[in-house]
C-alpha cells in the first residue's frame, strides 16, 4: 500500500487549506485512513480518521469544527478540508492507513502500518 500527501501550503491565520492523499497498491474494505501531524520539537499527533467503508470519522479534539475529512473510493483518494487555521495546525501532515485498527485505536500512530511522505503546512500570524 502506498500513500501520497499533497496539498499542504502557506496560508495566513483564519484561512483555509485542503490536504489530498492518494492510495493506491491494493483494495481498501475495512481500512481506516488517517491524518497525524508533527510539528517542530513535538511529537506525531492524532488530527483525523475515517474508515473506507461507511461514514463513521474521528477527530481530535483541537480540529473539532475546523477541519473536515472525507474520502473518494473511486478516486482512492482522502481528503482534509481545513478552516479557520491557526499558527498552532503549523506542522507537517501525514496520512496513514491500516486494515486492521480497532475503534479504540484509532487515534493511536503505532495503530497504523502504512504511511505517506508528509506534507508542510504553515499557518502565519
Known amino acids: 500500500v502506498q500513500l501520497q500527501a499533497s496539498g499542504g501550503g502557506s496560508v495566513q491565520a483564519g484561512g483555509s487549506l485542503r490536504l489530498s492523499c492518494t492510495i493506491s497498491?491494493?483494495?481498501?474494505?475495512?481500512?481506516?485512513i488517517g491524518w497525524f501531524r508533527q510539528a517542530p520539537g513535538k511529537e506525531r499527533e492524532f488530527v483525523a480518521a475515517?474508515?473506507?467503508?461507511?461514514?463513521?470519522?474521528y477527530y481530535a479534539d483541537s480540529v473539532k469544527g475546523r477541519f473536515t475529512i472525507s474520502r473518494d473510493n473511486a478516486k482512492n483518494k482522502l481528503e482534509l478540508q481545513m478552516n479557520s487555521l491557526k499558527p498552532e495546525d503549523t506542522a507537517v501532515y501525514y496520512c496513514?492507513?491500516?486494515?486492521?485498527?480497532?475503534?479504540?485505536?484509532?487515534?493511536?500512530?503505532?495503530?497504523?502500518?502504512?504511511w505517506g511522505q508528509g506534507t508542510q503546512v504553515t499557518v502565519s500570524s
Open positions: 497498491g491494493g483494495t481498501f474494505r475495512g481500512y481506516v
Open positions: 496513514a492507513s491500516d486494515p486492521t485498527i480497532i475503534t479504540s485505536r484509532v487515534r493511536l500512530e503505532l495503530a497504523y502500518r502504512y
Open positions: 475515517i474508515k473506507w467503508s461507511g461514514d463513521t470519522t
